[in-house]
């Protein structure tokens, strides 16, 4: 059965430092990874995925993940932090890769990013 | 210009009580969700159907049922609920012509036992 796992419920950085989210998945096929975002007393937002094209994937926002499947991991980061940065940030794995148009996202912990002055 | 969209937003009730909330996507998606967020903020699917068929059903007590009258639809019903239903319950949708297997998001409904 396929798992992520985020390295960090709680990261904190100065506004203008580098972001670094970790997840780290387990999974016996070749998955598809998945960054959502969600805002205080909002839904989920995507920010970007991996779909076994481009390992180095650039979403919105100013943030990218590489895709190592050495490491069986999946990192999201951003270059400088933004005060609007501050959420919660979730990585996610499906695994019916194979054409089938359908499974269930399975969801790391969460981490939750502050940016503070 | 809503994709996906859910009522109520926020739902209060006493424990025992019988709720519903709807969930509807106008992406043309043929396989829909429901997601429930625990206190803990905690992601677990719940169940999924795809061309009003149910595909997957996870361990989710059988107080709880969903219903698909239609592709672009999926209802989630709650019998007798408990404290530990409080949470927030997340509809989604996807296509089966996306190979990205990505899943759009409802804003979401907090769901709140007394």
């Known amino acids: 059965a396929q798992s992520v796992t985020q390295l960090g419920s709680h990261v904190s950085v100065s506004e203008g430092a580098l972001v670094l989210l970790r997840c780290n998945y387990s999974s016996s096929v070749p998955p598809y990874l998945f960054w959502y975002v969600q805002y205080p007393n909002q839904g989920l937002q995507l920010l970007l995925k991996?779909?076994?094209?481009?390992?180095l994937v650039k979403g919105i926002n100013g943030f990218e993940a590489e895709f190592k499947k050495s490491e069986t991991s999946f990192h999201l980061t951003k270059p400088s932090a933004h005060m609007s940065d501050a959420a919660e940030y979730f990585c996610?794995?499906?695994?019916?890769?194979?054409?089938?148009?359908?499974?269930?996202?399975?969801f790391g912990q969460g981490t939750i990013l502050t940016v503070h002055p | 210009d809503t994709a996906v969209s859910q009522t109520p937003k926020y739902l209060v009730t006493q424990m025992g009580n019988d709720k519903s909330i709807k969930c509807e996507q106008n992406?043309?998606?043929?396989?829909m969700y429901w997601y429930k967020q625990d206190s803990k903020k905690f992601l677990k699917i719940m169940f999924s159907?795809?061309?009003?068929?149910?595909?997957i059903n996870e361990t989710v007590p059988n107080r709880f049922s969903p219903k698909s009258p239609d592709k672009a639809h999926l209802n989630l019903h709650i019998n007798s609920l408990e404290l530990g239903d409080s949470a927030v319950y997340f509809c989604?949708?996807?296509?089966?012509?996306?190979?990205?297997?990505?899943?759009?998001f409802g804003p979401g409904t907090r769901l709140t036992v007394l």
């Open positions: 159907y795809n061309n009003k068929e149910l595909i």
């Open positions: 992406l043309g998606h043929d396989t």
């Open positions: 989604a949708s996807s296509s089966p012509r996306d190979a990205n297997n990505e899943q759009f």
């Open positions: 991996y779909t076994s094209a481009a390992t």
């Open positions: 996610a794995v499906i695994t019916n890769a194979g054409g089938t148009s359908y499974g269930k996202l399975t």
